[in-house]
Structures are given as C-alpha cells and as structure tokens.
C-alpha cells in the first residue's frame, strides 16, 4: 500500500510540475505581446523576426528592459520637476490646486 502511495505522491509531483513549464508557443505569444506594447521592439524585431526566434526573443526582452528603465527615468524627471513646481508654487494658488487636483487621480 505505502508503495502506491508513493508513486502516486510522485506522479502527482512530476504532474504538477510539467504544468507550470511555459511551451513554447506561451513564449513566442508574451514575446509577441511584449513586441506591441514596446515601441522600439516593433520597429527593430519586425524585420528578424523570420530569421532567429531565439535572437528575437532575447533582442525583445531587452529592449523592453531598457524601455523599462527608460520610462523609470522620465518618471524621476518629471517628479523631480513637479516638486520645484509645488515648491516655487503658493499653496493657496489656482495652480496648486490643479496639481493637487491632478495627483488625486492618480
């Protein structure tokens, strides 16, 4: 009986663990959507994206990093701008209201 058991334990283990690998085609599918929603992995992957899918792959993750890392910059600079906004503003002002206004809606 402990025998079946265990190899039952096991199979349901080695089951449950192929279900959570990605195939193939789950990864070609996120590479793809990643390729819509990246501005620059449209217009440099779309011309190899016959030749290598590997290459493809890889070229599309990074691209979305640096996208990633380039939009982390923009939100730096534009906070950084917002508080000399806030700072050089009156609180009382029509002017700050709008930002706290905008903030708000976040």
Request: hydrophobic fraction near 30%; aromatic fraction near 0%; include cysteine.
């Amino acid at each position: 009986m402990s025998s079946r058991r265990s190899s039952r334990s096991r199979h349901g283990q080695s089951a449950r663990s192929s279900s959570s690998i990605i195939s193939d085609d789950q990864i070609i599918d996120l590479v793809s959507k990643l390729q819509r929603l990246v501005p620059e992995a449209r217009s440099t992957t779309s011309s190899r994206r016959s030749r290598d899918k590997q290459g493809s792959a890889s070229n599309v993750l990074q691209e979305t990093c640096s996208y990633i890392r380039e939009l982390h910059r923009e939100v730096d600079d534009l906070s950084e701008r917002l508080s000399e906004l806030l700072a050089s503003t009156d609180s009382d002002s029509a002017q700050a209201a709008i930002i706290r206004s905008l903030l708000m809606h976040q």
